[in-house]
């Protein structure tokens, strides 16, 4: 059988979040975070789901370190519960917190896995929301000194850092749309939270860089791969504008272009900005952001398509891109995710082309469907196998082309809290029983071993 064959130290892996794995949401002196309130308070997550128990990562991560390496991963992603280690988001250090994670990374470091800690994956004290969270700047300078506490004391075994995980969807999900914590409805908000993270991202890397010499470091921006449904003008706007929105927004910044002109236009006309502008942004901010860093992470799902709903279909071009029927195997359970592989390919060239980042990673992919053990135990999600090996593929073909791909961590290592879908969608390589906490290696997880095992994928005959 012909095989694609990955680079050698391809770091093949898998990645989770603290608030959707860890449970103890109140243990060993950990403080409140938003999500703790937010799924605390009625009607936000579905069927009342919340974190407090999750996945039981904290008391079984001796366990789910041996089902790593029983899958043979090289790479964990995990981040780090900033209330875990900064109770009140500044000050006081809950030394408690740091010791859990000091015991899991050289437990890691035993079994060969290399640890991947992003640092604020959504989780924000709740101490410092009550102070305006990340819409003060002020938030943005307690994440830098809640970097420098973990790094200073990480910092000598992690060799790899990641500052924050898809601020877009932290500013928006959770300041626009109110889907997230913490349940925000205000554009505005969500637009001076997005400069806020950037800039405590730039403002960081120095201080990481100082405390970790050896280490890399970089942010995992959420980019899907985004068409317009036609070639008409109307449907393009809606693009430009949407897939600005999401990328373009925090990408040109990191990469030295301040915020795109075009997409500023629209936001003050859109976005309740004052007409002044970005008045958030303050002299030195860019230079701040634009800090260079080591790698980017890329967190891709899906494709979606632009379409103007606003003018009537009549006075509109007829949709020209088509989305695979809805059979169950190009369409995840997460409601409009779509399974496309292209997509991936798509992103990881343009990134590469239009910014040049000096190294990447897929910081995630993968795909829900709740698929569970049969009677004897085992556990067939062969749609998850077909998604993956096409997805491994895509990134294959964009090595080929240059780009300087260096590890595909899959999205998740097991079962987790889907926040406001709560336990509904599972994205896990590791099933597991949200009622005992106990797990099952979905044969997923066991193809991965094999693909991990050899460096390569087959080559499927559709895809010759
Ligand atoms: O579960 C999330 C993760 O926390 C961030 N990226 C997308 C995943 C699936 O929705």
């Known amino acids: 059988m012909t095989k694609a064959v990955f680079p050698v130290d391809f770091l093949w892996g898998a990645a989770t979040a603290a608030y959707q794995v860890e449970g103890a949401w109140a243990e060993d002196g950990k403080g409140e975070s938003i999500w703790d309130?937010?799924?605390?308070?009625?009607?936000?997550?579905?069927?009342?789901?919340?974190g407090d128990v999750a996945s039981d990562h904290f008391h079984r991560w001796q366990e789910d370190i041996s089902l790593m390496k029983s899958i043979g991963l090289k790479g964990y992603r995990?981040?780090?519960?900033?209330p875990r280690i900064l109770?009140?988001?500044?000050?006081?250090?809950?030394?408690?917190?740091?010791?859990?994670?000091?015991?899991?990374?050289d437990s890691l470091l035993e079994a060969g896995i290399t640890p991947m800690v992003t640092l604020f994956h959504w989780d924000l004290p709740q101490a410092l929301q009550d102070e305006g969270g990340f819409a003060a700047r002020s938030t943005g300078e307690a994440f830098v000194e809640y970097a420098d506490v973990a790094t200073r004391f990480?910092?000598?075994?992690?060799?790899h850092w990641i500052t924050h995980n898809e601020p877009s969807v932290f500013a928006y999900v959770g300041h626009s749309i109110g889907h997230h914590a913490p349940g925000l409805k205000d554009p505005y908000c969500a637009l001076r939270v997005a400069h806020h993270l950037l800039l405590s991202h730039g403002w960081s890397v120095p201080v990481i860089r100082a405390n970790s010499p050896a280490a890399k470091v970089g942010i995992a921006v959420n980019v899907n791969y985004n068409q317009p449904a036609s070639p008409s003008s109307y449907d393009y706007k809606v693009w430009q504008h949407r897939f600005g929105m999401w990328s373009r927004w925090f990408l040109d910044p990191l990469y030295g272009r301040q915020y795109p002109p075009d997409l500023v236009e629209f936001a003050i006309k859109t976005h309740q900005l004052p007409a002044a502008g970005l008045d958030f942004v303050h002299a030195g901010d860019f230079e701040a952001i634009e800090t260079p860093t080591d790698f980017l992470g890329v967190n891709y799902y899906t494709r979606q398509l632009s379409r103007d709903h606003s003018v009537p279909a009549e006075q509109n071009l007829p949709p020209t891109v088509f989305q695979a029927p809805k059979n169950d195997h190009d369409w995840q359970e997460m409601e409009d995710w779509e399974a496309y592989p292209d997509g991936l390919f798509n992103v990881l060239t343009w990134l590469n082309f239009e910014y040049q980042p000096a190294s990447m990673y897929v910081t995630e992919n993968g795909a829900?469907?709740?698929?569970?053990?049969?009677?004897?135990?085992?556990?067939?999600?062969?749609?998850?196998?077909?998604?993956?090996?096409?997805?491994?593929?895509?990134?294959?073909?964009a090595i080929q082309l240059?780009?300087?791909?260096?590890?595909y961590l899959v999205w998740s290592l097991m079962d987790n809290l889907e926040w406001g879908h709560g336990f509904s969608q599972r994205f896990g390589l590791i099933w597991v029983d949200f009622k005992n906490?106990?797990?099952?290696?979905?044969?997923?997880a066991l193809w991965y071993k094999d693909v991990i095992a050899g460096n390569a994928i087959p080559i499927l005959p559709s895809d010759t």
Not at 154 to 159: A, E, Q, T
Request: hydrophobic residues 30%; glycine residues 12%.
């Open 368 to 397: 829900s469907w709740s698929d569970g053990p049969d009677e004897s135990g085992r556990l067939k999600d062969t749609r998850r196998i077909s998604f993956l090996q096409r997805h491994f593929e895509a990134a294959h073909r």
């Open 154 to 159: 990480l910092g000598d075994r992690v060799k």
């Open 87 to 105: 109770p009140n988001g500044r000050g006081a250090v809950n030394q408690k917190g740091l010791d859990f994670y000091s015991r899991l990374i």
């Open 37 to 50: 309130r937010f799924a605390h308070t009625p009607g936000n997550i579905l069927n009342g789901d919340s």
């Open 78 to 82: 995990l981040s780090l519960s900033w």
């Open 437 to 444: 906490g106990q797990r099952i290696l979905k044969d997923s």
């Open 402 to 407: 240059g780009v300087p791909l260096k590890g």
